[in-house]
């Protein structure tokens, strides 16, 4: 096993790691988001009747397009083909759960992709939530999954 950092070069200088010996998998991804509301404030979330608008719809628009420019965000990540992603925007308690898998056919993951757009997707609700409440808190941001399949092979 080797000890050494793959974003860096011989120097310590930052790179975009080659990939281009890889072979294409199928790369799935998940990862997930919290926005910590008042009571009131997730009721409305769950009802629909935030002044905004429909925060979850917003949510969920918000991620697609973060996972799609991920690439433009972090300096590192490869630029990928994004087959599928699905976003999941519940409440539960006093909590909006945002849930994003990300799909790849590529040669590396998606999970920098996934992350990203449940950031995002939390932010989206932020932003959608603060007139009613000040005090909000994103947190629980974590990778829940990711797998890859060889090619040839189902998922």
Do not use: F, Y
Not at 17 to 45: F, H, N, Y
Not at 71 to 89: F, G, K, N, Q, T
Not at 118 to 146: E, P
């Amino acid at each position: 096993m080797t000890n050494h950092l793959t974003h860096l070069d011989e120097r310590g200088r930052a790179r975009m790691v080659d990939v281009g010996a890889k072979p294409v998998q199928r790369r799935v991804a998940t990862a997930q988001a919290r926005v910590r509301m008042s009571a009131r404030a997730a009721e409305l979330l769950a009802e629909g009747g935030l002044p905004k608008g429909d925060a979850a719809a917003v949510s969920r628009v918000a991620a697609i397009i973060a996972a799609k420019r991920t690439s433009e965000l972090i300096p590192l990540c490869h630029p990928l083909p994004i087959d599928a992603i699905d976003v999941d925007v519940r409440v539960e308690g006093e909590e909006a759960i945002i849930s994003v898998t990300v799909c790849t056919s590529a040669k590396t993951g998606v999970e920098m992709e996934a992350l990203t757009a449940a950031t995002v997707g939390a932010l989206a609700i932020w932003d959608m939530v603060k007139g009613v409440d000040r005090d909000l808190r994103i947190d629980g941001v974590r990778l829940l999954s990711k797998t890859k399949t060889p090619p040839g092979e189902s998922s």
